[in-house]
């Protein structure tokens, strides 16, 4: 009975063994498509090789330090903006804020919406621990969005009332000759 005890042991470890080998297959073949679809996001925004580096190096970075719970390509986004907004140096020994690729691009590519992304920038700028002028311009933009949108919101009824389309309108019935006609010879047999 002693001799049984420890290759039942045995078989236990090496289902243990065959689990994790499994879950890390699991997890490389989950980073390898979360890889192949970051860049597809990249190269349909044409991202300079410094900002697409960049950008999965601190993703892989945040990866290990936190949970980043929902889709893995809004978290990218996140990492990619910062990374588009560092200054750049140009050829003319200046610098340029930020490499040019829109935040409306990085969301539609991404199939992020603009709060989503707000909220995620949140907890993006904390675990980055970003410095304050870069958090007060994206809570400046999140506030003139909010603004945008209130004002949207009051004047877009207003604005379908008074620019109709002209499939929508009633059609006029028009009027000829026999009809214009009509209306002034009743009109002179009136006086």
């Not at 009051?154 to 009809?179: A, L, S, W």
Request: hydrophobic letters at 35%; proline letters at 3%.
């Amino acid at each position: 009975a002693a001799l049984l005890a420890p290759a039942g042991q045995e078989e236990a470890e090496d289902e243990e063994d065959e689990g994790k080998r499994e879950e890390e297959e699991e997890e490389a073949e989950a980073e390898r498509d979360t890889r192949q679809r970051y860049e597809e996001l990249c190269g349909s925004l044409n991202m300079d090789e410094r900002a697409r580096e960049e950008a999965w190096l601190n993703y892989q970075s945040m990866k290990r330090n936190y949970t980043l719970e929902g889709d893995s390509l809004h978290w990218l986004a996140c990492s990619l903006y910062v990374a588009c907004r560092k200054a750049v140096p140009t050829v003319s020994r200046g610098t340029v804020e930020g490499n040019y690729v829109s935040l409306i691009r990085i969301l539609r590519c991404s199939g992020q919406s603009l709060i989503e992304f707000f909220n995620k920038m949140k907890k993006w700028e904390d675990m980055a621990n970003l410095p304050s002028q870069f958090r007060e311009r994206t809570a400046r933009l999140e506030r003139n969005f909010t603004v945008s949108a209130v004002i949207f919101k009051k004047y877009e009824p207003i604005f379908q009332d008074i620019f109709k389309h002209p499939q929508e309108d009633q059609p006029r019935q028009q009027r000829g000759r026999k009809q214009r006609w009509g209306f002034i010879m009743l009109t002179e047999a009136l006086t």
